[in-house]
């Protein structure tokens, strides 16, 4: 019996959704009792899938600087978190590296950046406040995925002009807006989940409903920017998914194309604010 796409989509969405919100989650945690965060260990084989996924569209196979990549990914996730400075000096070292070993292949030495950057913002952010850090990571995650299912339901039903028919041939302007819409309504409904928090009782919960909105409406823009940077690699690539490695989605830069430029924009927005840059 051949199961549809969909139904291929729904299973890989029930199983991978639930799991990679219970490390968000719980994540921290276990690291009173081990060694290594197991968010720490999720981003470290987000890094290296989409290290692998990167060499294997541009080359066909695995490569000496595919594995390059995939080890300087690994260990900017483990290094993230006590010393920033040193995983962003050893990524644009690896950069360096990555480029020499793929016999200078630019294509190749920004894989790395593109890749590493979002795997250390996203580290970044959950180890920034042991108080907030996974309600900021959840928001971010929400955000892109309700730009997603927002963009792909009001672009599917009003559809309309397209955005960039030569990058993407599916984007809308209803989706576009569809998208914003969808996470600004998720923000919003995260406000008021945290305003039940005690320890943040204090706050004015009607500054930060119009900070947390408008930080979606920049983050959803940015996400769907995202979505159609991968597009463009893909149309030049000649290819239709990253890879098959999720059942009825394709690859991982087809899920998270939009959550690492959000990721990236979000984790250097909160490193300037935590650096004091602006006082």
Known sequence: MIVSNLALRTISATILAPLVLGIIWFGAPIYE???????????????????WEWDKMFNKQITVGG????????????????????????????????????????????GVLYICIPVMALSY??????????ELVLWLFFVV??????????????????????????????GFIGGVSFAAIVAYFFALILKSYDYLKDMDFTRVTWILVGSAIILSIFSQIGDFFESFIK???????????????????????????????????????NQGWFK
Not at 161 to 167: D, G, L, N
Request: aromatic fraction near 14%; glycine fraction near 8%.
């Open 33 to 51: 009792t081990y060694a290594i965060p197991l968010y720490t260990v999720l981003m470290a084989i987000f890094g290296a899938g989409l290290a």
């Open 235 to 273: 149309r030049r690539l000649n290819l239709k998914d990253s890879s098959n490695i999720i059942p009825g989605h394709g690859g991982l830069f087809d899920r998270v194309d939009g959550l690492l430029f959000a990721s990236t924009l979000m984790g250097v927005v909160l490193f300037i604010i």
């Open 145 to 174: 995925w309700a730009t997603d299912i927002g963009g792909y339901v009001i672009g599917c039903t009003f559809k309309g002009p397209k955005i960039a028919p030569k990058i993407s041939a599916k984007k809308t302007w209803s």
């Open 67 to 110: 594995l390059w990549t995939v080890i300087i990914a690994c260990l900017t996730a483990f290094l993230t978190k006590d010393n920033p400075q040193f995983a962003l000096w050893l990524m644009l070292l690896g950069t360096v590296v990555v480029y020499f070993k793929s016999a200078r292949s630019l294509a190749m030495a920004f």
């Open 125 to 134: 952010i959950y180890f920034i406040n042991d108080s907030i850090s996974r």
